[in-house]
Nanobody
Framework: QIQLVESGGGLVQTGDSLRLSCAAS????????MGWFRQAPGKEREFVAA????????YYLDSVKGRFAISKDNAKNMLSLQMNSLQPEDTAVYYC???????????????????WGQGTQVAVSS
């Protein structure tokens, strides 16, 4: 079992940056693949970024490539998402997700993840 708590969301202007954090409590953080998803109003939740547990290969939604960066600090049990050049279309609730330890999952697929945080709101004004 693992608990995930996101933080760092807020209201920003177009072109600004935000850094989201996901604090994990529970075992085997270093052995879990992790991901970020988001859900905009009236839309389904979508994949944003993910990092495999071994090796630390990263994956991104095409529209955030070059602007967002996912990172994982196993010593601190922390997952982060650095978001630069934010656009109004990035407005959504952002969720952190974790897979089971040592599980090789399809990282872009929502239902492959076993644990979810409560989400943090990001709003980008034009």
């Amino acid at each position: 079992q693992i608990q995930l708590v996101e933080s760092g969301g807020g209201l920003v202007q177009t072109g600004d940056s935000l850094r989201l954090s996901c604090a994990a409590s529970g075992p085997s953080f270093g052995s879990r693949s992790m991901g970020w998803f988001r859900q905009a109003p009236g839309k389904e939740r979508e994949f944003v970024a993910a990092i495999h547990w071994n090796p630390d290969t990263t994956y991104y939604l095409d529209s955030v490539k070059g602007r967002f960066a996912i990172s994982k600090d196993n010593a601190k049990n922390m997952l982060s998402l650095q978001m630069n050049s934010l656009q109004p279309e990035d407005t959504a609730v952002y969720y952190c997700a974790a897979a089971r330890p040592y599980q090789d999952i399809r990282l872009r697929v929502e239902y492959e993840y076993s644990y979810w945080g409560q989400g943090t709101q990001v709003a980008v004004s034009s």
